[in-house]
């Protein structure tokens, strides 16, 4: 890694930890904090830094993925695997439950419960990413019959036999989409 992605991983880190030991010591003892140090956080650093990416990294990436051909869905195939890792631990915890008693049973209990709020926020995010980007794309370029082959696909009807499994949808202005558009790995 260069020294700027090298940096920029750093602070994402900082961002993270600070997180997290802020939550920490205010959901440890909330009479104790006014929440100022955390809110320091998330307004100074935080926003600060998501407001530098939007202005400066973003448009650099969308430009390098135009040019090079990228994969400007990449993105969610990471929170697929997110949701996947989620999916497994909190198999994992409720497997381990089953025979747990005592302090062992309140830890894995409480790491469920943690699994479960951060399982749900990444998904949220993930759907909301969805529905509010992709589906008005498909709505606008892609014909009610590909959609719906798209949709049998996906959930792997019977009727799903006839889609083509190279992506090659015709959009609904007549320009078929990319062939092999790469797909969203399946959710583990």
């Given at each position: ?7 920029i ?13 802020q ?30 990416e ?9 430009r390098?993925?135009?040019?090079a ?38 830890l ?25 980007l ?32 190279s ?19 399946a959710?583990?």
């Amino acid at each position: 890694m260069s020294e700027v992605t090298v940096t920029i991983h750093n602070h994402h880190e900082r961002l993270l930890r600070g997180l997290r030991e802020q939550s920490a010591m205010f959901n440890a003892d909330p009479s104790e904090h006014s929440g100022d140090s955390l809110m320091a956080l998330l307004r100074d650093d935080l926003m600060r830094h998501a407001a530098g990416e939007e202005r400066e990294l973003y448009p650099l990436i969308d430009r390098i993925i135009k040019a090079a051909g990228g994969r400007a869905t990449a993105t969610m195939s990471v929170d697929h695997e997110f949701i996947g890792e989620y999916v497994d631990w909190i198999e994992a915890a409720l497997h381990s439950l089953r025979g747990a008693n005592g302090s062992h049973r309140d830890l894995l209990l409480s790491q469920l419960h943690r699994y479960l709020v951060q399982l749900e926020a990444v998904l949220n995010l993930h759907l909301e990413k969805e529905e509010r980007l992709f589906l008005p794309m498909i709505e606008r370029h892609v014909s009610l019959a590909n959609q719906r082959r798209m949709l049998a696909a996906m959930h792997g009807s019977p009727g799903a036999a006839n889609h083509n499994p190279s992506g090659d949808y015709k959009l609904a202005h007549g320009k078929p989409a990319r062939k092999g558009t790469p797909r969203a790995r399946a959710v583990r």
